[in-house]
């Protein structure tokens, strides 16, 4: 009895409906104008046009599946990057600008305005990359630093396990740089005095970790701006770029 349910789903018994359906079509255009030739040169025409047909709607279909299918993917992996800025993101990337010697000469490019457009965070895009990410290793409080890395060891490390990462290539590129300088600082067990070449070396993968976070977090205002204005408005107001951020309207 299983078996029987198990070949006559409701997929086989559509088939065989549609199928009986044009059977009797055609019978009924035989019956009606009398001319089997007709109808047989009709039916012929039909079935040599199927393939065509099917060509034209297997890509057509396919190409929509596939890109609804991308953007659904997409709009998960911002909720992850939303979360990964929530979490740990944000907090770093306002404690290692503040440690950027020439932050005051773009600050006022960072700040986000609800006016921005997406010409606008491309413009932003195409400035920095003419920018000089810099840290001063003199402003960096390793042990402060060490604390809070490697509290969100764990979480980290549950975000990377998310398959959608394959489809963002700069994000996983960001992470994959913040467990870099994880596994510096909680490789040294004594991290205060730290010697000037380790001091350096430090510096130097917090400056790369902090211009992966900087272009995430243009890429995500934007995302914000177009889908999320609530949630953009609430990233504008806790800007880690911003001096006069609050949280307050």
């Known amino acids: 009895m ?14 065989l409906a549609l199928t009986f359906l044009s059977a009797a079509i055609y019978f009924a255009h035989w019956k009606l104008f009398g001319n089997i030739g007709a109808t047989m040169n009709y039916l012929v ?6 393939p065509f047909e099917a060509l034209m709607v297997t890509l057509i279909l396919q190409r929509l599946l596939s890109f609804r299918e991308k953007r659904s993917r997409l709009e998960k992996l911002n909720m992850v990057i939303g979360t990964f800025f ?3 993101g944000g907090w770093l990337l306002e404690y290692l600008s503040d440690a950027d010697p020439q932050l005051e000469s773009i600050r006022e490019k960072f700040l986000v305005k609800s006016s921005w457009k997406e ?3 491309a413009k932003l895009s ?3 990359r003419a920018y000089s990410f810099g840290i001063d290793k003199k402003k960096l409080d390793l042990l402060r630093l060490k ?5 969100k060891r764990e979480f980290l490390l549950r975000l990377i396990e998310n398959p959608n990462l394959l489809e963002h290539e700069s994000f996983t590129e960001l992470l994959l740089a913040y467990f870099h300088l994880i596994e510096e600082l909680s490789s040294r067990t004594v991290i205060s005095p730290l010697a000037e070449r380790d001091l350096e070396h430090i510096a130097g993968d917090a400056k790369r970790v902090y211009g992966l976070l900087v272009r995430q977090w243009i ?3 934007k995302h914000l701006s177009v889908n999320y204005p609530y949630l953009f408005s609430l990233a504008m ?12 309207l």
């Open 237 to 248: 107001r806790t800007n880690p770029f911003d001096e006069n951020a609050s949280v307050g």
């Open 86 to 88: 929530s979490e740990a």
């Open 2 to 15: 299983k078996r029987v349910k198990k070949i006559f789903n409701w997929q086989t018994v559509m088939a």
């Open 147 to 151: 604390g809070f890395v490697m509290s």
């Open 45 to 50: 025409a039909n079935i040599a046009f199927l």
């Open 219 to 221: 890429d995500y205002m």
């Open 126 to 128: 195409t400035e920095l």
């Open 119 to 121: 010409k606008d965070f």
